[in-house]
């Protein structure tokens, strides 16, 4: 009896592994977000004698490239990316060696337009495959070219993909995005995030959102952000002292400490199809001898966090 019971017990063991996952399937990642400044943005700082003239973009690209290889995330949006922003970055960051990076890029501006500038993503192509790439505006029409409640210079928007995690098969939805700073656009800014991620994310992925939002508390936009989504920030479980993600065209070095310089944000919503876990936040201040001076590489600093989705 005793040999049949563990016969029976040997084959329900044996059975039972046959259903069980294979591994965990928890995917760990660093994720950021890093306004370049652009090349015409720069130049027009210059021109205003805001910022010195060791602050172009053909002097600052190399740094830029290396602190971003440095930092080393997995997936980072870039903001105020031009033409030649992402061809440096592209063959920059690939002669660093770093060449299993790529980039996805999408002018904000219509055709025609005298501007071209727009968001982009750096993603790790070996660890992650793009699909169902869009792109958004910040408008009361997000799916049509267009600008709406004021904002009439600039066109703001937002780029949106279903992210493949290749090595476990899991999926999440990702949104970049650079934020309006006019007062009207902002307060209703927050609600084209959400519903982007309510209207063209139909499986209910978990999302990441992460980009410069030019947000700060006092705002509307913090307020009704997070009736969606929670701020990496206030979820991490450790951060770095910094603040501040902005120290500006003067470089200010008090703005690290101050949250109203906390514009470039990371904000995460977890489904029943995927948890998050944020381990740590911070802000990098690494600066570069550029032009014969030390500079930070950008006026904004690159923000990111290490995560799991479980």
């Given at each position: 009896m005793?040999r049949?019971?563990?016969?029976?017990?040997?084959?329900?063991?044996?059975?039972?592994?046959v259903?069980a996952?294979?591994?965990?399937?928890?995917?760990k990642m660093?994720?950021?977000?890093y306004?370049?400044w652009s090349d015409?943005?720069?130049?027009w700082?210059?021109?205003?004698n805001?910022?010195?003239?060791?602050?172009?973009?053909?002097?600052?690209?190399?740094?830029?490239?290396?602190v971003?290889v440095?930092?080393?995330c997995?997936?980072?949006?870039f903001?105020?990316?031009t033409?030649?922003?992402?061809?440096?970055m592209?063959e920059?960051?690939?002669?660093?060696g770093?060449?299993?990076?790529?980039?996805?890029?999408?002018?904000?501006?219509?055709?025609?337009?005298?501007?071209?500038?727009?968001?982009?993503?750096l993603?790790?192509?070996?660890l992650?495959k793009?699909?169902?790439k869009?792109?958004?505006?910040i408008?009361p029409?997000?799916?049509?070219?267009?600008?709406g409640w004021g904002e009439?210079?600039h066109?703001?928007t937002?780029l949106?993909?279903?992210?493949?995690?290749?090595p476990?098969?899991?999926?999440f939805?990702?949104?970049?995005?650079?934020?309006p700073?006019?007062?009207e656009a902002?307060?209703?800014y927050?609600?084209?995030?959400?519903?982007i991620?309510?209207?063209f994310?139909?499986?209910?992925?978990?999302t990441?959102?992460?980009?410069?939002?030019n947000?700060?508390?006092?705002?509307?936009?913090?307020?009704?952000?997070?009736?969606?989504?929670?701020?990496?920030y206030?979820?991490?479980?450790?951060r770095?002292p910094?603040?501040?993600?902005?120290?500006?065209s003067k470089?200010?070095?008090?703005?690290?400490?101050?949250?109203?310089?906390?514009i470039?944000h990371?904000?995460?919503h977890?489904t029943?199809?995927?948890?998050?876990?944020?381990h740590s936040?911070?802000?990098?201040?690494?600066?570069?001898?550029?032009?014969?001076?030390?500079?930070?590489?950008s006026?904004?600093?690159p923000?990111?966090?290490?995560?799991?989705l479980?």
């Open positions: 005793k049949i019971f563990l016969l029976c017990f040997t084959l329900v063991v044996a059975l039972s592994g259903s996952p294979k591994g965990d399937k928890s995917i660093r994720v950021g977000t306004n370049l015409g943005a720069r130049q700082k210059i021109n205003r805001e910022a010195p003239a060791t602050r172009t973009w053909e002097l600052s690209k190399e740094a830029v490239a290396d971003v440095k930092v080393g997995d997936l980072m949006a903001q105020e990316v033409f030649v922003c992402r061809d440096d592209r920059l960051i690939a002669k660093s770093a060449k299993h990076y790529k980039i996805w890029w999408m002018n904000s501006y219509p055709k025609g337009h005298k501007t071209v500038v727009g968001n982009s993503l993603y790790n192509s070996k992650f793009l699909s169902n869009r792109i958004f505006y408008s029409t997000p799916t049509v070219v267009s600008t009439h210079r066109y703001r937002a949106a993909a279903t992210v493949l995690h290749k476990t098969g899991r999926r939805f990702l949104v970049c995005t650079h934020g700073l006019n007062r902002s307060s209703h927050a609600d084209v995030l959400i519903q991620d309510k209207e994310n139909p499986e209910k992925l978990p990441i959102v992460m980009g410069d939002m947000a700060w508390p006092g705002q509307p936009f913090l307020d009704m952000i997070k009736t969606h989504f929670k701020d990496c206030e979820e991490a479980a450790v770095g910094e603040i501040g993600t902005y120290a500006s470089e200010l070095e008090t703005h690290f400490a101050a949250p109203r310089r906390r470039d990371i904000y995460i977890s029943d199809k995927g948890v998050f876990e944020v936040y911070k802000v990098n201040r690494d600066k570069y001898p550029i032009g014969g001076k030390m500079h930070y590489p006026d904004h600093n923000v990111y966090v290490d995560m799991t479980k």
